[in-house]
């Protein structure tokens, strides 16, 4: 079965401190891809990142990065000097190209940024 | 570039009363996906559609029913409408099965 795990619910930080937003997941694929959305207080869905299976390089994009590590099955996010842009929900997701075409997404994490 | 549009963005119903949401996209995305949104829950999929004239069960399929006559639509419908359906819908299209997903703004609806 497949399955996604954020395990942090909400999390408060202070303005500027750096934040890892934690993703476990669970396949038994060989073949899959990960996604990271961003939920903002007005509510639309944002895509952040998409990764493969084979391609375990980590990503940085300004002050946002993805470390995703097969071993752990982990695929988390950090957010360095962080805004209080930052506050939002933030969903991990997963979808495994041989399985059926369901993308299943983790029950978020809240993270609030406080000025 | 509208992107994904879903009609209407609210919707209060009463007990047993029916409605459909319409979602249309126009990207010319085969994938298109209805998902619930609920406090503590995340984003539970109802029901997905691969191409024209194809819909399948997601996760939370009971008491709704979708449709996918033209591409470019993807309607849900709720036949009897009951409080434990009050949610925000969110619509998605994606280009393939592994493309990311493009969200409509939701609908919230209350259901009393």
């Known amino acids: 079965a497949q399955k996604v795990t954020q395990a942090q619910t909400e999390i408060s930080v202070v303005e500027k401190e750096d934040v890892t937003l934690d993703c476990v997941y669970e396949t038994r694929d060989t073949t899959y891809y990960l996604f990271w959305y961003k939920q903002p207080p007005s509510g639309e869905l944002v895509f952040l990142i998409r990764?493969?299976?084979?391609?375990?390089q980590n990503e940085i994009s300004g002050r946002y990065s993805w470390n995703f590590q097969k071993s752990t099955s982990s695929f988390n996010f950090t957010i360095t000097a962080s805004q209080v842009v930052d506050s939002a929900v933030y969903f991990c997701?997963?979808?495994?190209?041989?399985?059926?075409?369901?993308?299943?997404f983790g029950k978020g994490t809240r993270l609030h940024i406080l000025p | 570039n509208a992107g994904v549009t879903q009609t209407p963005k609210f919707r209060v119903l009463k007990t047993g009363q029916s409605m459909t949401l319409l979602c249309a996209q126009d990207?010319?995305?085969?994938?298109m996906y209805w998902y619930r949104q609920d406090p503590g829950m995340g984003l539970r999929l109802i029901h997905y559609s691969v191409g024209e004239g194809t819909t399948a069960k997601g996760e939370v399929p009971d008491g709704y029913n979708v449709s996918r006559l033209k591409k470019q639509n993807f309607l849900l419908g709720l036949e009897s409408a009951a409080p434990s359906q009050t949610s925000v819908y969110f619509c998605?299209?994606?280009?393939?099965?592994?493309?990311?997903?493009?969200f409509g703004n939701g609908t919230r609806l209350t259901v009393t």
């Open positions: 990207m010319n995305h085969e994938y």
């Open positions: 998605a299209s994606s280009y393939a099965r592994v493309s990311p997903l493009h």
């Open positions: 997701a997963l979808s495994a190209l041989n399985r059926d075409d369901k993308i299943i």
């Open positions: 990764r493969n299976s084979f391609d375990e």
